[in-house]
């Protein structure tokens, strides 16, 4: 439903510039150092959770929304790059960072400590495809060994992975790189209460880091795409590799 008489400002009126003016400020500047993290993720500061494989290629096999790989920093993070494939296109990365306790029902101003990006259509080469292309680590292994009375052979493998119709199976082969700039303040219109979180209204000194950035970050992930359509394997959604995540950390 639409809503009546909501007003279209071509430009900042006076009365917001007088009332939004001094939660401006000057914009955050500082600089970063970037950390990198790979699989198989065994850090003191990271926690990995909800997987099914390590893979020294491909990365750890996430669960899809329920896997998590949580780091913990000493210093705030600015932002997050993350790395890796899906078991099956359409794809997708979130990284939260919520405080203890909080939720999208009590976060301040209904701020949502989320992003999320999806449409990732890189995948890594399934154990099908192995299967199929008869690579030197699968030779060892059949289709009876994977999916026992399943997949026959590899025409049937083809067929009953695109759902009977030899059409459409995920051959896309290369790696998404996921960018996520995280942290950031509420919009506040009363003073005492901005101030109250933590933030100032004066100009951040040199070297001293805003406080609206976290130090803890998690990344979830999966696809939206049903993996292993046509055999007793299939599951929806589909599983996610990570591979490397960077951290970018405020210094």
């Known amino acids: 439903m639409a809503i009546e008489n909501l007003p279209l400002y071509k430009t900042f009126s006076p009365e917001q510039i007088k009332t939004y003016k001094p939660f401006s400020g000057k914009p955050d500047e500082f600089s970063t150092k970037i950390r990198v993290y790979q699989t198989p993720f065994i850090y003191d500061n990271v926690e990995a959770g909800d997987f099914y494989e390590i893979d ?16 913990t920093e000493d210093r705030p993070i ?12 359409r794809g997708y990365n979130i990284v939260e960072w919520w405080e203890q306790g909080e939720s999208i029902d009590n976060v301040d101003n209904r701020t949502v400590k989320r992003l999320r990006v999806d449409n990732l259509n890189g995948v890594h080469p399934s154990i099908w495809i192995h299967l199929l292309t008869k690579i030197a680590f699968a030779r060892s292994v059949n289709y009876d060994v994977v999916s026992p009375g399943d997949i026959r052979d590899d025409y049937d493998m083809l067929k009953k992975l ?3 119709f030899y059409d459409n199976a995920p ?3 290369y790696e998404n790189s996921v960018h996520f700039a995280v942290g950031h303040s509420p919009v506040v219109t009363d003073r005492k209460k901005f ?3 933590g933030h100032s209204f004066h100009s951040v000194p040199g ?27 299939e599951r929806y959604p589909g599983d996610y590799a990570i591979r490397l995540v960077q951290v970018h950390v405020i210094v």
Not at 56 to 71: P, Q, V
Not at 78 to 89: D, F
């Open 56 to 71: 020294a290629m491909k990365g750890i096999e996430f669960k899809a929304d329920t896997g998590f790989l949580t780091i």
């Open 195 to 197: 101030e109250a979180l």
């Open 162 to 164: 695109s759902l009977g």
């Open 207 to 233: 070297n001293s880091p805003p406080v609206s950035y976290p130090k803890k970050i998690t990344i979830r992930c999966g696809c939206k795409e049903t993996e292993d359509p046509g055999t007793k394997l």
């Open 171 to 173: 051959l896309a082969f």
């Open 78 to 89: 600015a932002a997050v790059t993350v790395v890796g494939s899906g078991c099956v296109p």
